[in-house]
C-alpha cells in the first residue's frame, strides 16, 4: 500500500515539475536582456540554455524512465532560475519604490 503511494507522489510531483520548467523557460524568455546583467546574474542567452535544457531533461525522463539523475538535475536547474534569478530580474524592471 505504502508502495504505491510512494509511487503516486512521485508521479505528482514528477508531472508539476514540467510545467514548472516550461515557465521558467517562458518567463525566462520574455524578460529583458540588461535586466539578467543589472540583477549581476548570468546573460539572457545563458538562462534561456540552462532553462531549456532543463526543460529537456525533465521531459527526457517520459523517453527514459530511469533516469532520475537527469530529472533531478532540470528540477535543481529550473527551481535555481525560480527562487534565485526571477524575483531579482523582476525586481530590476519593476523599478525603484517610491
Keep these: ?15 508539476a515539475a514540467v510545467p514548472v520548467g516550461i515557465f521558467a523557460f517562458i518567463h525566462a ?6 535586466a ?3 540583477a549581476d546574474k548570468l546573460t539572457k542567452p545563458a538562462w534561456l ?6 526543460c529537456a531533461l525533465l521531459l527526457l525522463n517520459l523517453v527514459v524512465p530511469g533516469s532520475m539523475l537527469f530529472y533531478l538535475i532540470g528540477l535543481v536547474a529550473v527551481l535555481v532560475y525560480i527562487v534565485d534569478v526571477k524575483p531579482a530580474v523582476t525586481e530590476v524592471q519593476r523599478g525603484p519604490r517610491w
Excluded at 1 to 15: A, G, K, N, P, T
Design 49 to 54: 540554455g540552462i532553462t531549456g535544457g532543463a
Design 36 to 38: 539578467y546583467t543589472a
Design 29 to 34: 524568455a520574455f524578460q529583458r536582456a540588461d
Design 1 to 15: 500500500m505504502l508502495e504505491s503511494l510512494d509511487l503516486w507522489v512521485f508521479q505528482i510531483l514528477y508531472w
